[in-house]
């Protein structure tokens, strides 16, 4: 593990931001740190970026008690963007470099590798406020990775950005990823999760509710649904077998009927085909997966509603 968030609590006031918070990110994946707004990520990320310190528990960095020498091996985009407006972008771009340990000739050598890359080499005279959001962001994610850093942490690392330069920016990440790096992903976007991410937590109300591999999360929440299609079928009234499923849908057109069934308690999908074979022809059967977006609303939803009855019992 490149990174293990221990038992960590983080109190403002009166108010407990992070409540024995334990995560463990794998080194050289893309980690996906979700939850709803005032849940908490932001708070652990400034914590990591040693913005601020932990109340209780304790954070490993590459098996070492993280300490203020590994901010040279972490790079931060933060959700708040932190470019000088009034600055030449070519200027700041080497100053932070510098502020990360690169020297003048290796810094400027990285920042045209980068400009180019991103075809914008033309930019490095212009202050920021003479960029739109969009055009500040891809400034920001370079100054973010430049140093070329162990750990990079994006929060919302496409805020801003049309779909042609999000996608040049989710390609950037992956090929970062694919060199060694170890990503910590926070976003409300949910498509880009699935896309993005190896291994997902999810904080709400500063308590982790849900964390581990994206694939073995999204095999628990199944929940026994499948989509099947029928062709020449004699009688629709046929199809409702109520001792096997409950028909959550059915369309019917012409000679075709799409179903999505819920399997009846201790029912296999291979009992339900068995019983359709006489009544129709299967041309395809589809087990549906929840998504990581309806897997977040409703594992928040449950949180929630247990969280309340605790906080009026």
Known sequence: MLLEIKNVVKDYASHR???????????????????????????????????TGPDGGEIIFDGEPLAPQHIARIGYLPEERGLYKKMKIGEQMLYLAQLKGLSKNEATKRINHWFVKLDILSWLDKKVEDLSKGMQQKVQFIATV?????????????????????????????ELNRKGATIIFSTHRMESVEELCDHIALINRSQKILDGNIRDIKDKYKNQTYKIELHSVTDEKSIYIENLYTIKSLENIEKKINITIKLNKDISINQVLSALIPLAEIHQVLEIVPSINDIFIEQVTLSNSAKNEIDHA
């Open 146 to 174: 430049l140093h070329e850093p162990d750990l990079i942490i994006l929060d919302e690392p496409f805020s801003g950005f049309d779909p042609v330069n999000a996608n040049l920016i989710k390609d950037e990440i992956l």
């Open 17 to 51: 931001a992070l409540d024995h918070v334990s995560l463990s990110i794998p080194q050289g994946k893309i980690f996906g740190l979700l939850g709803p707004n005032g849940a908490g990520k932001t708070s652990l990320i400034r914590i990591i970026n040693q913005i």
